[in-house]
């Protein structure tokens, strides 16, 4: 990961930033990206950034996890065609998805986005959920099924990726806080970890298992999507 740019502070040599100091964990890139993607996987639901091309400003939705590839990095998105985040995406397919549960783990993948209308990689992931988020047109043809062209693949290939998972419990977590309020030092809480764009691009990802189509409760099959008729709408 490249280093700031930014400084507000001369700290004499000592780390400026004592927590990543105190928490980053060096892993080996097999751990890391198993336990980036168990934890994807627990998520189930990212927040999915993309640019808007005529203002420049970021636009984030709630979007459900369909599948993985790439052994398990390389995220899958249900997306109506007609949605503005294909506008953004068609402008600049730079990408952001992050995932966040209850405790305060969070991930954060950075990557390409594609958006796929092949069918045969439609109906790969499709699910039955479609239909009744994307609706029936009745003209035959939009129908929310497997054939209808509104419903298309976002893939996100990952470029770079970091997350901060639990190394203790919430009670030690809580005994280290309160240390670090009374000491000063940094609380010992997270394992934090960074995959570099050289380390997702030489592994040999031996993880295929982890690959996997999603089954998603109904409402949640493609989050942040727009249902319309005509012009596109703006919905995310």
């Given at each position: 990961?490249?280093?700031?740019?930014?400084?507000?502070?001369?700290?004499?040599?000592?780390?400026?930033?004592?927590?990543?100091?105190?928490?980053?964990?060096?892993?080996?890139?097999?751990?890391?990206?198993?336990?980036?993607?168990?934890?994807?996987?627990?998520?189930?639901?990212?927040?999915?950034?993309?640019?808007?091309?005529?203002?420049?400003?970021?636009?984030?939705?709630?979007?459900?996890?369909?599948?993985?590839?790439?052994?398990?990095?390389?995220?899958?998105?249900?997306?109506?065609?007609?949605?503005?985040?294909?506008?953004?995406?068609?402008?600049?397919?730079?990408?952001?998805?992050?995932?966040?549960?209850?405790?305060?783990?969070?991930?954060?993948?950075?990557?390409?986005?594609?958006?796929?209308?092949?069918r045969s990689m439609v109906k790969k992931y499709y699910s039955v959920a479609l239909k009744a988020w994307i609706g029936d047109l009745g003209d035959g043809t939009h129908d929310g099924g497997p054939d209808d062209p509104r419903i298309a693949v976002i893939k996100v290939t990952a470029v770079t990726a970091t997350y901060a998972i639990s190394r203790r419990g919430a009670i030690g977590r809580g005994v280290e806080m309160a240390k670090g309020v009374v000491t000063g030092e940094a609380p010992s809480v997270n394992k934090l970890r960074e995959i570099s764009t050289e380390e997702l691009e030489t592994c040999e990802y031996p993880f295929s298992v982890l690959d996997a189509t999603l089954t998603l409760p109904l409402p949640y099959a493609m989050e942040g999507e727009s249902i319309h008729t005509g012009a596109k709408e703006r919905r995310d």
């Amino acid at each position: 990961m490249s280093g700031s740019n930014f400084s507000n502070a001369e700290t004499g040599g000592k780390p400026a930033d004592p927590y990543k100091a105190k928490n980053i964990d060096e892993a080996s890139l097999k751990e890391k990206v198993e336990d980036l993607v168990s934890f994807v996987e627990a998520c189930k639901f990212g927040m999915m950034t993309t640019r808007q091309g005529e203002s420049g400003l970021l636009v984030s939705r709630c979007m459900a996890l369909a599948g993985k590839e790439g052994g398990g990095v390389d995220l899958l998105f249900h997306t109506n065609t007609e949605s503005g985040k294909t506008d953004d995406l068609t402008s600049d397919p730079n990408i952001n998805i992050a995932f966040l549960n209850g405790s305060g783990e969070w991930a954060s993948l950075s990557g390409k986005s594609e958006v796929i209308t092949d069918r045969s990689m439609v109906k790969k992931y499709y699910s039955v959920a479609l239909k009744a988020w994307i609706g029936d047109l009745g003209d035959g043809t939009h129908d929310g099924g497997p054939d209808d062209p509104r419903i298309a693949v976002i893939k996100v290939t990952a470029v770079t990726a970091t997350y901060a998972i639990s190394r203790r419990g919430a009670i030690g977590r809580g005994v280290e806080m309160a240390k670090g309020v009374v000491t000063g030092e940094a609380p010992s809480v997270n394992k934090l970890r960074e995959i570099s764009t050289e380390e997702l691009e030489t592994c040999e990802y031996p993880f295929s298992v982890l690959d996997a189509t999603l089954t998603l409760p109904l409402p949640y099959a493609m989050e942040g999507e727009s249902i319309h008729t005509g012009a596109k709408e703006r919905r995310d």
